[in-house]
């Protein structure tokens, strides 16, 4: 997706703040847009809330044991035709795949195909964003203005970046207040208001058992969602185990949100012993081998609110050249999330044509 030397230096510089499923088709719809693109994320990859964690773990042989959790976005189903293009075109590359999970809720039953990207969940975001330059680990803490128009994005670990002709932030509403702050002070409020529900995951490794299903949505108790993460396409266990994503439920997290994880992983343990089926003749619990937790601060957007200004699924100021998107601009989920970038490409892309103001490397303190 890169250009030459040549051919750059007519291309509108953007900077894109974060590199999930929304920042990856903001940066993918500006690239055929003509422009420049140059991402910044904190994390040492890319993905976001579509994340991947490994494991490792010496067995009780000292064999040095690994799995890799999605311990984040897992499925999807697309309903919009150009989401559904997009994802055509992914599933042609083969990083996105269908799957039919036997799903346990109130009773046992084969769900419509859902779709499931490999070999993990952030690969969707490494095939929008092609080649493109990510500087990773690289917190962004100010926007900075020049006199006369341009961006410097000053981030940790890093000299202050720039010019730029337009940013987009794409994050969570509160993280994404943070950086809008001083420069749309309305966005900066409606974006703080904007409830996120939090979300206790673990990640367990189990003796294997023939069980009954690959995903179950308990109706009562702390957990929302399990998911038999091994038997996910292109995912693996080591022999004789399995592999456990449990997504705790919003109420749960949010009155153990600051619990020590240690307890927090003893109670989930607790939680998700009650889902699994007991085996061989004593009617034993399995063996686990690894747990631990993750707690998502900003999980989902609440269901019940939205923000408070624009209409649109992105927030947008041409005249200052700056974009906000991310799914709890449009609902919630991938979908959401990449129709927020989406959009907001399209938009930013459709200023290119008009002229822009001159740039000099003069920074305003803020
Ligand atoms: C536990 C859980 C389960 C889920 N399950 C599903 C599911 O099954 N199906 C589904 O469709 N959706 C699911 N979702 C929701 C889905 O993950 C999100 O809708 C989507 O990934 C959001 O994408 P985004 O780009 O808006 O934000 P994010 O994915 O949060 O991306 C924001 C990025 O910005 C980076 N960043 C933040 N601040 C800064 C900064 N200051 N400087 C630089 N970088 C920064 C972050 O590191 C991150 O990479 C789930 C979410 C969670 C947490």
């Known amino acids: ?34 422009a420049q693109v140059t991402l910044f994320e904190k ?11 490994r494991a490792r773990w010496q067995d009780t042989t000292g064999a040095e044991q690994s799995v890799c959790f999605d311990h984040g976005a897992q499925s999807f189903t697309p309903v919009q035709p150009r989401f559904k293009a997009m994802v055509k075109r992914a599933v042609s590359a083969g990083c996105v795949t269908p799957w039919n999970p036997l799903v346990h809720a109130e009773r046992l039953e084969t769900t419509a195909p859902v779709l499931v990207v490999s070999p993990t969940m952030p690969a969707l975001c490494s095939h929008l964003l092609g080649d493109l330059t990510v500087h990773f680990n690289c917190t962004v803490r100010r926007l900075q203005r020049a006199a006369d128009g341009g961006w410097f994005v ?32 309305d966005w900066a409020d409606a974006l703080m208001a904007r409830r996120m529900e939090p979300c206790w995951t673990l990640m367990a490794v189990t003796d ?65 012993r009650t889902q699994l089926p007991t085996v061989g003749p004593g ?35 041409e005249s200052l050249a700056l974009g906000v998107c991310g799914e709890h601009l449009v609902g919630t989920g991938i979908e959401a999330a990449w129709q927020s970038g989406d959009e907001l490409a399209d938009a930013m892309a459709a200023s290119f044509e008009r002229p822009k103001p001159p740039v000099r490397a003069v920074v305003t303190a803020r």
Do not use: K
Not at 3 to 29: E, F, K
Not at 46 to 52: C, I, L, S, Y
Not at 162 to 173: I, K, N, R, S
Not at 294 to 312: I, K, N, Q
């Open 154 to 185: 000053a981030a940790d670990g890093m000299p202050l970046a720039g010019p730029f002709d337009q940013v987009a932030v794409a994050m969570p509403p509160a993280q994404a207040a943070v950086l809008v702050a001083g420069h749309h002070d």
């Open 283 to 317: 009617a034993v619990a399995p063996r686990w081998h690894h747990a631990v937790v993750h707690r998502w601060r900003y999980a989902r957007p609440e269901l019940s609110g939205e923000v408070s200004v624009g209409s649109d699924g992105y927030l947008w100021d």
């Open 43 to 53: 994390s040492r990859n890319v993905g976001g809330r579509m994340a991947t964690r």
């Open 208 to 272: 294997d058992v023939d069980w009954p299903w690959d995903m179950a949505e308990p109706s009562s108790g702390p957990l929302a969602r399990v998911l038999r993460s091994d038997r996910v396409p292109g995912r693996t266990a080591p022999r004789g185990m399995a592999v456990w994503t449990a997504h705790a439920t919003p109420e749960w997290t949010q009155a153990h949100l600051e619990d020590d994880p240690s307890v927090v992983s003893a109670l989930l343990q607790d939680a998700l």
């Open 1 to 34: 997706m890169q250009r030459n030397d040549s051919n750059q230096q007519d291309l509108v510089r953007v900077a894109v703040i974060g590199t999930g499923i929304s920042g990856s088709a903001c940066a993918a719809g500006l690239v055929q847009g003509d």
